[in-house]
């Protein structure tokens, strides 16, 4: 059983604000940059609820959260670049953390490379954990389409991330 997709944005707000934000933070790695995300996607909500309510609230939101926390790793990842890294003392943690935010800008920057429908299919399966026939159910698609889409996402993910971070670091 389904239940009906509220339609008041403030019952939005209530129902999906946790999704919405765990979204952000599983891409972004920061609390203060999903919260900006997440707080960007309602406002985007509201303005789109007072043209027309999509369909399928929740996919929609996934899908804005998705772009705009991608945009804001865009950002970050142009930011750092114009700092001279070399020029910064680090420790051991330090470069740790540096590593794990490089990796995680650059599998951003893989999944900008994708269609729409396969990063929403890739987030949805490896960040959500949904199933192929649940995300086929949010997203209107046929089962062996979601598959589809999954399949070449990962397949070109994988080859983007192999360039970089060699074969022996992403699993390969």
């Not at 920061?30 to 996919?59: I, K, M």
């Not at 003392?89 to 330090?94: H, L």
């Not at 470069?95 to 650059?106: G, I, N, S, T």
């Amino acid at each position: 059983m389904t239940l009906p997709q509220p339609t008041d944005p403030g019952a939005v707000f209530e129902r999906h604000r946790r999704e919405v934000y765990g979204w952000a933070y599983r891409l972004l790695g920061r609390h203060h940059d999903a919260l900006d995300a997440a707080q960007d996607v309602f406002l985007r909500w509201l303005a789109q609820s007072r043209r027309t309510l999509p369909e399928n609230p929740r996919g929609w939101l996934r899908q804005v959260t998705i772009n705009r926390a991608i945009d804001l790793l865009r950002r970050r990842r142009e930011s750092r670049s114009a700092v001279d890294v070399s020029l910064v003392p680090s420790t051991s943690g330090d470069r740790d953390a540096a590593e794990q935010e490089e990796l995680r800008c650059d599998v951003a920057a893989a999944t900008e490379t994708l269609t729409d429908a396969q990063r929403i299919v890739l987030i949805a399966k490896v960040y959500d954990g949904m199933t192929f026939a649940e995300i086929a159910a949010e997203s209107g698609l046929a089962v062996p389409t979601v598959k589809t889409h999954y399949l070449r996402a990962l397949r070109a993910v994988r080859d983007r991330l192999a360039r970089r971070w060699g074969p022996e670091r992403n699993g390969s």
